[in-house]
């Protein structure tokens, strides 16, 4: 099955300014290699550089084109953190568990930075803040409480509340206020994934495109993976990192995730863009169905917004996401859109991560749309592990999502179900 079809990547604003990347051949015959990677996307990549400069013989197979899944198509959004804040971790978890993991999840700024540093990628990366605007006067209360957490919990002082005031001399749009971390920033995603591959292919991995693996077995202390052309790789160590689109290689991993699709569109370049945004400071609101946008570097606004609860992608990708971006904006009305894309990104019953092995398999995904850096860091700790470093990437691993209840024949519906009713919260506040 193609969940990419009709998603247009190919008409994506990213897609239309990467920098050239030669097609990497895919896999044919039969190879060994110390550790194969099934994914070409942030968290695969990430994985085959670290593990190749440990000394790892390396063998990744991408499905598709590298970085054509989520790592590449998404809104580009650095967000230090996970999907749940820290309130909500120290809640579940407690303090010093979920300062731990609060603190392990901050790690992936700075790892993504000093990568972009360390191998010269050039991807527009813009370390100018992350915006989140309250939709509702009540979520500026919680971000206060957030707030508190993070100062005298965590110790984090990067963050701070905005009233409507502030928060709208940070982006022309009437939030009740704001909560802004000025770690934040943003990036263009899929020359950042580029970068990590040529990287990766300098440190001796081997990349293979157009080679989806359709078979995993594992026994003796050996994987073998097999792709669609019968080409198959033995190896000592497996890395699954297909995220929403590795399909039926592991039942633990497809049971924990629900492939979700959202839609992006990139506008005509702007008269003046610090007109919106003033700041440069990459923005997502409180609601449950997150709209969330920045400015690209020729002056574009890149928006995505809206729901979809059929699997179908809408023929218009433009035209659905357009009320949204002029709801937000009514000063873009009528804008020309020159891209518009879908992608399909993968969340958990938790929205935490799922990370784990069974045996010499080793998986990360269900970033839950907070995946941008958080890849970056998870492929680093599945080689950590491989290597008998264990600590941080059990750590992750102890906050295993649950699978979704029914299975995946039902988790389609019950999600259908689950955002009816959070959408109609938003509407009605």
């Avoid at 008409?11 to 994914?39: K, N, Q």
């Avoid at 989520?70 to 804040?85: E, F, V």
């Avoid at 590795?246 to 610090?274: E, F, H, Q």
């Amino acid at each position: 099955m193609d969940f990419n079809a009709g998603l247009n990547m190919a008409g994506s604003y990213y897609a239309a300014t990467a920098h050239p990347f030669a097609a990497c051949p895919p896999l044919s015959g039969e190879v060994e290699a110390d550790l194969v990677v099934v994914g070409g996307g942030a968290t695969g990549l990430s994985a085959a550089l670290h593990a190749a400069q440990a000394g790892l013989s390396v063998v990744l197979l991408e499905g598709g084109r590298i970085g054509w899944g989520a790592s590449g198509r998404n809104g580009g959004q650095i967000i230090p953190g996970l999907r749940k804040d820290a309130a909500e971790l120290v809640a579940l978890y407690g303090r010093e568990r979920g300062r731990a993991l609060f603190e392990l999840a901050q790690e992936a700024r700075d790892l993504v930075v000093g990568l972009i540093a360390e191998h010269a990628i050039d991807c527009d990366l813009k370390l100018t803040g992350h915006l989140l605007g309250a939709a509702k006067a009540s979520d500026l209360r919680h971000f206060e409480a957030e707030h508190r957490c993070l100062t005298e919990v965590m110790g984090y002082r990067d963050a701070e509340v905005l009233d409507a005031g502030a928060a709208r001399a940070e982006v022309d749009t009437p939030y009740h206020g704001a909560l802004v971390d000025r770690r934040g920033g943003h990036m263009h995603t899929l020359n950042y994934a580029l970068g990590l591959a040529r990287a990766a292919a300098a440190a001796g991995a081997v990349l293979h495109e157009q080679s989806p693996a359709m078979s995993l077995t594992q026994g003796e202390g050996r994987v073998r993976v097999v792709t669609a052309s019968g080409a198959a790789v033995q190896a000592r160590h497996a890395v699954l990192a297909g995220d929403a689109l590795l399909s039926g290689l592991c039942s633990r991993v497809n049971s924990r995730i629900m492939p979700v699709a959202n839609y992006v569109v990139a506008t005509k370049p702007l008269p003046d863009p610090r007109a919106l945004i003033p700041h440069d400071v990459a923005v997502s609101d409180s609601q449950f169905v997150v709209n969330y946008y920045r400015m690209t570097a020729d002056g574009r606004l890149l928006f995505g917004g809206g729901e979809r609860y059929t699997p179908d992608p809408p023929a218009d990708i433009a035209g659905f996401v357009r009320p949204h971006m002029e709801a937000v904006f009514p000063q873009v009305r009528g804008i020309g859109i020159d891209h518009a894309w879908g992608g399909l990104v993968s969340i958990t019953m938790t929205r935490l991560p799922h990370v784990g092995r069974e045996g010499e398999v080793l998986f990360a995904h269900g970033y839950s749309g907070m995946g941008v850096i958080l890849s970056t860091l998870a492929g680093k700790l599945l080689v950590e592990a491989i290597g008998g470093e264990t600590a941080r990437f059990e750590l992750f691993a102890s906050v295993e999502p649950p699978a979704f209840p029914g299975g995946t024949a039902l988790r389609g519906p019950l999600h259908v179900l689950g955002m009816l009713w959070y959408a109609l919260r938003d509407r009605v506040g």
